[in-house]
């Protein structure tokens, strides 16, 4: 069973500063991994979407990268802003058509 | 926008009662799916529909009962819900259905059960 963590589950920073978040998978066999943005209350945002045979994909100031072989994924983060603040959602597609999500990582980006 | 709208956002109502929740995307997309979210919990996939059939069934107990006229449009079918069945319900659609491709999501149904 693919399970999904997403390391840390908070993180405070302010604003300006690069920063990362980490995502690791059980089972190496994925088709994609995709991160979203969540806003309280709302529902998700795609960001990035990195298929299996794929290193890394990058969007404005995003950066992910994927590592299948050792079931990690981090997204870059460069140069925060308050409108950053959200929780950040890991998820990795297998067999079928199952996304397995994280529990993912709360960001807040202090002014 | 994502392309996938959901309604209607906010729905109370009581354990005795039977309303649905409607799902439309506007992808062209073929794939469609229900999931839910409650507090402290990662997202649960609940029903997969491909090209209008359900495909997947996640073990949902039968007061969630699944509908899809077409590919456009989803609907999830509540009565006799219990308290614990309050969280927020998220449509999502892809172009495919075998998980190769990108996902969108809409903004969800947050749901209370009285």
């Known amino acids: 069973k693919q399970e999904v963590t997403q390391i840390p589950a908070a993180l405070s920073v302010p604003e300006g500063e690069n920063l990362v978040l980490n995502c690791s998978f059980t089972d190496s066999a994925i088709y994609n991994l995709q991160w979203f943005r969540q806003d309280p209350g709302k529902g998700l945002t795609s960001l990035l979407l990195i298929q299996s045979s794929q290193r890394e994909q990058t969007s404005g100031r995003l950066n992910a990268s994927l590592d299948k072989s050792s079931g990690r994924s981090t997204l870059y983060i460069a140069a925060s802003q308050p409108g950053d603040s959200a929780t950040y959602l890991c998820?990795?597609?297998?067999?079928?058509?199952?996304?397995?999500f994280g529990e993912g990582t709360q960001l807040t980006v202090n002014p | 926008e994502t392309g996938v709208t959901q309604t209607p956002r906010h729905l109370v109502m009581g354990m005795t009662n039977k309303k649905s929740l409607k799902c439309e995307q506007h992808l062209g997309h073929n794939a469609m799916y229900w999931y839910k979210q409650s507090a402290k919990k990662p997202l649960e996939l609940m029903f997969v529909?491909?090209?209008?059939?359900?495909?997947e069934n996640n073990s949902v107990p039968s007061r969630f009962s699944p509908e899809c006229p077409n590919s456009s449009h989803l609907f999830l079918h509540l009565h006799t819900l219990q308290p614990e069945d309050s969280a927020l319900y998220l449509c999502a659609s892809s172009l495919q259905g075998w998980g190769t491709t990108e996902a969108f999501f809409g903004q969800g149904t947050r749901l209370t059960v009285v």
């Open positions: 529909y491909s090209l209008e059939e359900r495909v």
């Open positions: 998820a990795v597609s297998t067999s079928g058509s199952r996304l397995t």
